[in-house]
């Protein structure tokens, strides 16, 4: 399974941007990348997956250069209420099905 | 948006009792999962579950546990005998199936909230 390796916090305010960068050096190559975002006391919640160069949906873009050891979670113009714990996973194959989760990147936003 | 549901929001038991905890995955889904975080910890998967039947387990998924789709639309995780550091929250989660094991993305409910005391 490949390790993942992501900044344990980060602080911002509010309308700025926010880049959460994750490292994956042994990613193998059908391994995709996957982000989720936790609020307290709530279940993870699905935010964006992708496998090479650029995705992006309503909430988030993910940036993957074409080494895939690292990718980029995007939030743009973050609010108070995108204070919360993200995860990135790289979701093996080899792995099943089970999702690992490591511990995350607090993300604190103030005004 | 479908989404998964879970049944008690907090649960609060005395230890040794038995619970069981409740879901509703997502309708059309057919692979289910159980995880659990205890406070300040990290997301540990405990079970997944298919076709009827366990697909795959945790080292932490042992006799104490037990899965089981008693219908079409309930998915349950029963502990026996709970014990105090059984107290976490387990979130049930589910995901469709039929795509790649690499993409299929598994929607997590809100979780219940187990206390033993």
């Known amino acids: 399974l490949a390790k993942t390796t992501q900044p344990i916090s980060m602080d911002s305010y509010e309308g700025q941007e926010v880049n959460i960068t994750c490292s994956h050096n042994?990613?193998?190559?059908?391994?995709?990348i996957t982000w989720y975002q936790q609020f307290p006391s709530q279940g993870p919640r699905f935010i964006i997956q992708?496998?090479?160069t650029k995705v992006t949906n309503e909430v988030a873009s993910l940036f993957i250069p074409a080494d895939r050891k690292s990718s980029t979670l995007s939030l743009p113009r973050v609010s108070l209420s995108d204070t919360a714990v993200y995860y990135c996973?790289?979701?093996?194959?080899?792995?099943?099905?089970?999702?690992?989760f490591g511990t995350g990147t607090q993300l604190k936003v103030e005004l | 948006e479908p989404e998964v549901t879970q049944t008690p929001s907090h649960q609060v038991t005395q230890m040794g009792q038995e619970v069981i905890l409740r879901c509703v995955p997502i309708?059309?889904?057919?692979?289910f999962y159980w995880y659990r975080q205890i406070l300040g910890q990290k997301v540990e998967f405990l079970v997944s579950?298919?076709?009827?039947?366990?697909?795959?387990k945790s080292e932490i998924f042992d006799d104490q546990f037990s899965v089981e789709r008693p219908d079409g639309s309930n998915f349950t995780l029963k502990i026996r005998s709970t014990k105090l550091e059984d107290s976490a929250m387990y979130f049930c989660?589910?995901?469709?199936?039929?795509?790649?094991?690499?993409?299929?993305?598994?929607?997590f409910g809100p979780g219940t909230r187990l206390t033993v005391l």
């Open positions: 989660a589910s995901s469709d199936g039929r795509l790649a094991v690499r993409t299929d993305t598994q929607y």
């Open positions: 309708s059309n889904h057919l692979y």
């Open positions: 992708g496998y090479k």
């Open positions: 042994n990613i193998a190559t059908n391994d995709y």
């Open positions: 579950f298919y076709n009827n039947e366990i697909s795959e």
């Open positions: 996973l790289v979701h093996s194959t080899g792995g099943g099905n089970k999702l690992t």
